[in-house]
């Protein structure tokens, strides 16, 4: 089930909804790469045309182009967030955009919308399954580093192993660090052992304004083990 991208997946499942940052980032880089045409449908039976012109996945904000129908333009900044959809490499995504406000891009003007935080992804000539939508899973781990251990927060998953880790506290870690054994505490499955390969390491403020420790990394693990914990983020819906 481990496909290299969104589409593949979706050759087997039909409809996912994408919670992944890391996916959801990729997906939108692609859409942009493409120049895809992205649409949506405003009051007044207003249809706002547009391409992706930038992603900018470490502040989370896209630009829009400016419509050619400057009505369009007019509802869409009037707008609270923008219902978006695109049909790119043989799938359908939807996503919502939140806040559009006009800026400058490269000397052209353009819309500026809070990057989405889910995506549904549907397979082309597919009617989309009125489904529940289960909510976000609190996905726990415990690190171990020589006889300390810690606790983090899994908030990423993505299909090639890539994630990120939120620990409430600063831990003395580095980039290249490999922590053996760590224990995913899975919310519906027995947990899940993984290795743990460090790549970057950040300070963070919390809402609270106390600080912590995001950590990019890649999860290791026999692929049914990895399996469990990208289906918490890239969920089937069937």
């Not at 990729?26 to 992706?52: E, H, N, W, Y």
């Not at 919308?113 to 549907?122: I, K, Q």
């Given at each position: 089930m481990n496909s290299p991208d969104i589409t593949g997946r979706l050759a087997h499942t039909g409809q996912l909804l994408v919670r992944s940052g890391i996916?959801?980032?990729?997906?939108?880089?692609?859409?942009?790469?493409?120049?895809?045409?992205?649409?949506?449908?405003?009051?007044?039976?207003?249809?706002?045309?547009?391409?992706?012109?930038h992603v900018e996945p470490e502040k989370q904000y896209l630009l829009l182009?400016?419509?050619?129908?400057?009505?369009?333009?007019t509802a869409a900044l009037a707008a609270r967030s923008l219902t978006l959809k695109c049909n790119h490499r043989g799938a359908q995504f939807a996503f919502a955009c939140a806040n559009p406000r006009s800026v400058m891009h490269e000397n052209r003007p353009a819309?500026?919308?809070?990057?989405?935080?889910?995506?549904?992804?549907?397979?082309?000539?597919?009617?989309?399954?009125?489904?529940?939508?289960?909510a976000q899973a609190n996905v726990e781990c415990e690190l171990r580093m020589d006889v300390l251990t810690f606790k983090a927060k899994?908030?990423?998953?993505?299909?090639?192993?890539?994630?990120?880790?939120?620990?409430?506290?600063v831990i003395p870690l580095c980039a290249g660090t490999r922590l053996p054994g760590a224990r995913i505490r899975h919310p519906y499955h027995e947990p899940v052992p993984v290795d743990i390969e460090v790549r970057n390491v950040n300070r963070v403020t919390l809402p609270d304004g106390k600080a912590a420790t995001r950590i990019g990394c890649r999860f290791v693990a026999p692929p049914a083990n990895l399996e469990e914990l990208i289906r918490l983020f890239i969920i089937d819906l069937q």
């Open positions: 996916e959801i980032d990729r997906i939108l880089g692609a859409i942009a790469q493409d120049g895809d045409t992205v649409s949506a449908s405003l009051p007044a039976k207003v249809l706002f045309l547009s391409r992706l012109v182009s400016y419509s050619d129908h400057k009505p369009a333009n819309i500026q919308v809070v990057s989405p935080t889910t995506l549904l992804a549907l397979q082309n000539r597919r009617t989309p399954q009125r489904v529940q939508v289960p899994v908030i990423d998953v993505a299909l090639d192993g890539m994630g990120f880790l939120l620990c409430e506290d």
